[in-house]
């Protein structure tokens, strides 16, 4: 599976002529969902670690409703990255079925399992210096989104992102049956509009 990383178009040339299966993709996206949630509960316990001990248990309930969105999350955001590659490409009249598609942009969100590592040890980094008994919340706010570790891991995000690309370039070319030009303007869309978005927002927190 971890050829997908390094050689994706070997990969899903292979992969194609084999029978579309869904164990290996809900491995990925559970393992994915695991990540997030996990980074949920520790946000919210480091929020927790600073609070009074009559609003700590108002966050241990914020703390479930983070895990339960972030597995929802990442559900979505599969169907999501699916949708939206599927539709663009019938603007290249591209041919394949929305299984074959979901199937092949699983493993695109293996770049996502270690960037949402690497952002988890960031964000546990940036909550360990904010102390969130302070009365003015628009400053809690405020270092939050300025500071550097938040900044190195929105940087990090737009790699992961890239390498993600990367991988659904050759997944939507093969699934689709496109040219590499035309998968690479599918999926360049609506990931360049991610990248430009994030670099307009890091570039308005001073980075």
């Given at each position: 599976?971890?050829?997908?990383?390094?050689?994706?178009?070997?990969?899903?040339?292979?992969?194609i002529n084999e029978e579309t299966e869904w164990k290996t993709p809900l491995i990925i996206m559970a393992v994915y969902a695991i990540i997030g949630a996990l980074?949920?509960?520790?946000t919210m316990m480091k929020v927790m670690e600073s609070l009074p001990e009559?609003?700590?248990?108002?966050?241990?309930?914020?703390a479930v409703f983070g895990i339960i969105g972030a597995i929802i999350g990442v559900?979505?955001?599969w169907a999501l990255y699916s949708a939206?590659?599927?539709?663009?490409?019938?603007?290249?009249?591209?041919?394949?079925d929305?299984?074959?598609?979901?199937?092949?942009?699983?493993?695109?969100?293996?770049?996502?399992?270690?960037?949402?590592?690497?952002?988890?040890?960031?964000?546990?980094?940036?909550?360990?210096g904010i102390d969130f008994n302070m009365d003015d919340p628009t400053m809690i706010t405020e270092m939050i989104l300025t500071d550097p570790s938040m900044k190195i891991a929105g940087i990090l995000g737009i790699i992961f992102m890239l390498w993600s690309a990367n991988i659904w370039v050759f997944g939507i070319?093969?699934?689709?049956?496109?040219?590499?030009?035309?998968?690479?303007?599918t999926v360049g869309i609506p990931i360049g509009?991610?990248?430009?978005?994030?670099?307009?927002?890091?570039?308005?927190?001073?980075?």
């Open positions: 599976m971890l050829e997908v990383l390094t050689d994706p178009n070997g990969f899903f040339k292979r992969k980074s949920a509960y520790v009559e609003a700590a248990a108002f966050a241990g309930v914020g559900v979505f955001a939206v590659f599927y539709i663009i490409s019938m603007i290249f009249h591209g041919k394949g929305f299984k074959r598609v979901m199937e092949f942009v699983s493993y695109g969100f293996i770049p996502s399992i270690f960037g949402s590592i690497v952002s988890l040890y960031f964000t546990n980094k940036m909550l360990s070319m093969y699934s689709k049956n496109l040219s590499f030009k035309n998968a690479a303007m509009i991610y990248v430009l978005y994030t670099l307009y927002t890091l570039r308005i927190f001073g980075v």
